[in-house]
């Protein structure tokens, strides 16, 4: 059964990446693309989607945009690891072609989950996510399952103890954890075993559309800044790996956990606190992914920027 799904996102290259898994495997229906601050400015973010689905030649897809700023904080953009326009590497002139929806991304969201359940997969902070279940409780009802690309069971990645999604909107990402709606986490520390090793990139190459040629030159571009920032000799393509969790639960190993958003710590706010263990004796509320099948990982994204042409 294919299954129905909304992308909220704010590419961002490896949000980029994602956006091509969801439009191109049969195993998902992507319904809409929702933006959010983060990588980028929303604006900037917006498009960014624009330009990817214009690459990958989809037009029936709406893109809307979203929050523009967290629920309480002030906007940290990630323009040290995405450039200044958020997706740097290629350039493109003039405007895509896919337009910019009329309606917000809160009211697309409720506009495609009055049709009927959805998946939602969550690749930036839950800020749009956190409205709809603050705003639309009765909407979101119909949401099945939030996927969300944030976290982490070890360290950060902008402070030591949070991920760059859960620390920008903290607080977001506690409403939509208490909220009860089924929630799964895939952080850093699944993520990380995605790399963009030298392999993958002649996978990309080998396949030798223009669409394969950009995405390459997008991974490259992320890699010479996860380089520099962080010392890794290949990039982590984050994102994606929340999409492959839906095509297919069986690439994204996932445990029952719970799992508690740090919004009040001084040095520790955006903390996922996953308790592995049990030592609080709280029950668990979300799954939280361990492991990737890193060759059906690559495998499905390899396909997909394939089966783009």
């Not at 950060?156 to 506690?174: F, H, K, R, T, W």
Request: net charge negative; with cysteine; proline share 7%.
């Amino acid at each position: 059964m294919v299954i129905p799904l909304i992308l909220d996102c704010d590419p961002g290259h490896d949000d980029a990446m994602a956006i091509l898994l969801a439009v191109a495997d049969p195993a998902v229906d992507l319904l809409a693309v929702t933006t959010v601050a983060g990588n980028q400015t929303v604006d900037k973010c917006t498009l960014n989607a624009r330009r990817v689905l214009s690459l990958a030649g989809v037009s029936s897809v709406p893109v809307a945009q979203g929050a523009a700023v967290p629920l309480a904080r002030p906007l940290r953009i990630a323009d040290d690891v995405h450039g200044g326009t958020g997706l740097d590497g290629p350039v493109f002139a003039g405007e895509p072609a896919v337009p910019l929806s009329a309606y917000s991304a809160h009211d697309v969201l409720v506009d495609v989950l009055r049709t009927g359940p959805a998946t939602v997969v969550a690749t930036g902070a839950l800020t749009n996510v956190a409205r709809l279940l603050i705003d639309e409780p009765d909407v979101a009802s119909n949401i099945t399952e939030i996927v969300w690309m944030g976290g982490s069971t070890e360290r950060g990645n902008i402070a030591p103890l949070a991920e760059a999604n859960a620390y920008v909107d903290p607080e977001a990402a506690d409403v939509v954890v208490r909220s009860g709606v089924p929630f799964t986490m895939c952080g850093l520390n699944v993520t990380h075993q995605a790399l963009v090793t030298e392999e993958v990139l002649a996978r990309f190459e080998r396949i030798g559309t223009p669409l394969a040629r950009v995405c390459a030159e997008w991974m490259t571009f992320f890699a010479s800044t996860y380089r520099e920032l962080f010392g890794f000799a290949a990039p982590p393509l984050h994102d994606p790996v929340a999409v492959a969790r839906v095509i297919d639960p069986a690439v994204v190993g996932c445990v029952d956990a719970n799992l508690v958003i740090e919004t009040r710590g001084e040095w520790t706010a955006g903390a996922t606190v996953v308790d592995l263990d049990g030592y609080t004796g709280r029950p668990p509320n979300a799954k939280v992914a361990v492991s990737l099948d890193q060759q059906a990982f690559w495998d499905r994204m390899v396909g997909a920027v394939a089966a783009l042409g």
